[in-house]
């Protein structure tokens, strides 16, 4: 063995170590543990929670079971051994009893009937022995009692009973017995009395333990049911007390800086509670929020940026407004100039002109003409929303009769027929409405084919919820209703490919030699309509021959 003294010197000795060591106090342990068990998560947790609970009620179930057992085993042995033993011992002892009545009697009287006890004695006799042969095979104690008493009654039977019973069968009948034989027989069955009294005492000593031991296996039940109980209350207990700390307590602290958060307030944080995985569902919940500021903070950004653009566009139509308005103004007085100025060199110089001349004069007048048309034109399409929209209710059916009667001159040269059937009370802009009929008869007129022009105005309430996907989503929601018109005729008709392009400024599909105008009519129409709401499209020619054009438009009730 290696002694302290022969180490390299500089390494203490192995027992210092050890004594060195640090040992770790009761409040670090409890600490530790306690930082082991946060990092479980919910599974594991409630997994270990239930099998405690589940071992709970096994270890229950079990120790009240064995108890049972042990219980009904140890009532079994007194009912079924140690009782039926005490009642065999008084049957044999009874038996030898009347076998000793008997023999008296028939010693006494000589008469053999005075036998009959001794006889079912005997048979008395042998069944409780053997009954208390089996009953006591088990228990070396009473069956040597058991023995002494079967010897006893024996040895009386052969030297007492039987030589008496000869005797009187020989003639010594009552007195003419010796009193010596009549004191050993008294003495034998007197020994038969002392085994017979010690077995059934030793038989008294076993059924007072076997109550005993139903009293014990009693208070041992009952102390095993106080336990299980203590187990089951203890698990309950731990239940009740786990699952808000682990679940309904973390959930509802999630929950709560959820609608904290849902409520407005996005810088609140959400707290990290509970096992691991609820602080992971509280990460995910808390990192949606930021991301939640994140958005709004850059949806903000992209508002105040909107809000800038959307005030300097105000400003400047604003500005463009007044520019085009004073400047259309500005330009009227020079167009007029011109054209009077054409007029009047037209007349005063006719002579001194040429054909050519003229021409270049007309030309000239003609085209101030058509600029102060488009002035006018331009003006009216950017007065439409410059005010709002009105709110006042108006007849449709009017104000189509009035465009009707405006156009009186271009329907009679036409030889046009305009039918405006009923049409709906709608809230709008009645001056704007009536310019939007307008323009669409007079465009019907214009565009006419060899045939005279006929021109139907007709409108059709439409189911909001079920409306086709033409009348378009700007139309009016809810419960409003919504109406939609159409203004058909005969004329030449629009190619479906030009559908859109026809509700754009100064976008002509016709030359000026062959169609007049400015290009601008169904731009202002296009104008009114979505002012007011609607929408406005060209829709498949109707009848069998599928000719002219139809110009549908919405407008809420």
């Known amino acids: 063995m290696t002694s302290a003294a022969s180490q390299p010197a500089g390494i203490p000795p192995t027992s210092s170590l ?29 997994v270990l929670l239930f099998s405690f609970v589940g071992l709970a009620l096994v270890v229950s179930v079990g120790l009240v079971s064995a108890a049972v057992v042990h219980l009904n085993d140890t009532v079994r ?19 030898m ?75 010594a009948v009552g007195s003419a017995r010796s009193p010596a034989m009549s004191a050993l027989g008294q003495s034998e069955f007197d020994a038969v009395r002392a085994a017979a009294a010690r077995l059934s005492g030793d038989l008294a000593a076993g059924h007072a333990a076997a109550d005993a031991a139903i009293s ?25 007390l786990a699952l808000p700390r682990w679940v309904t307590r973390p959930l509802a602290s999630v929950a709560s800086d959820a609608r904290t958060v849902a409520g407005g307030d996005l810088d609140h944080a959400i707290a990290l509670v509970g096992p691991p ?14 991301r939640m500021v994140e958005q709004l903070a850059a949806v903000e950004e992209s508002r105040r940026r909107l809000d800038e653009q959307a005030d300097l566009l105000r400003r400047s139509n604003a500005d463009l407004e007044q520019f085009a308005y004073l400047a259309s103004h500005d330009l009227q007085e020079p167009l007029r100039k ?27 007048a003609d085209g101030a003409r058509r600029m102060q048309a488009l002035i006018n034109d331009i003006l009216q399409i950017s007065k439409v929303g410059r005010e709002g929209t009105a709110t006042e209710q108006v007849d449709c059916t009017e104000l189509a009769r009035q465009a009707v009667s405006h156009l009186a001159d271009e329907v009679r040269s036409s030889g046009a027929t305009v039918i405006v059937r009923r049409l709906p009370v709608v809230k709008g802009d009645g001056t704007l409405l009536a310019a939007l009929f307008e323009n669409l008869i007079a465009n019907s007129i214009k565009f006419r084919s060899v045939e005279p022009p ?25 419960d409003q209703s919504v109406f939609q018109f159409s203004v058909r005729d005969n004329g ?24 007049g105008g400015t290009g601008i009519g169904l731009a202002l129409c296009k104008r009114i309509v979505e002012h007011h709401g609607g929408r406005i499209w060209l829709e498949q020619p109707f009848g069998a021959e599928k000719r002219g054009t139809v110009i549908s438009f919405t407008l809420p009730g």
């Open 454 to 478: 006929y021109i139907v105005i007709d409108a059709v309430e439409k189911d909001v919820s079920r409306r086709s996907s033409a009348v378009g989503s700007d139309e009016a929601g809810g």
């Open 277 to 290: 995985d609820i602080q992971s569902l509280a990460k995910d919940v808390d990192a949606m929020r930021a």
């Open 338 to 364: 011109i054209s009077s100025f054409s007029d009047l060199v037209v007349r005063r110089y006719e002579r001194e002109l040429d054909d050519q001349g003229k021409e270049y004069l007309g030309y000239l």
């Open 77 to 95: 042995q007194q009912v079924d051994r140690v009782d039926p033993a005490q009642v065999a011992g008084e049957d044999f002892l009874s038996a």
């Open 492 to 515: 030449i008709g629009i190619d479906p490919v030009y559908g859109d392009r026809i509700f754009t400024m100064f976008q002509r599909l016709h030359s000026r030699e062959q169609y």
């Open 97 to 171: 009893v009347n076998q000793e009545t008997g023999v008296r009697g028939y010693v006494l009287t000589g008469n053999r009937s005075f036998l009959a006890p001794y006889t079912a004695g005997r048979v008395q006799e042998a069944l409780a022995r053997e009954k208390l042969s089996r009953l006591l095979a088990d228990r070396p104690g009473l069956t040597a009692d058991l023995a002494a008493l079967s010897a006893a009654a024996t040895k009386w039977q052969r030297y007492t009973a039987r030589q008496e019973i000869a005797d009187v069968v020989g003639g």
């Open 18 to 46: 050890r004594r060195n060591r640090p040992v770790p106090r009761a409040p670090e342990v409890v600490h530790a543990v306690r930082a082991r068990l946060r990092t479980w998560t919910l599974r594991r947790r409630l």
């Open 216 to 240: 014990d296996a009693d208070g041992l039940l009952v102390a095993l049911l106080v336990v299980a109980l203590v187990l089951l209350l203890l698990a309950v207990d731990g239940t009740l």
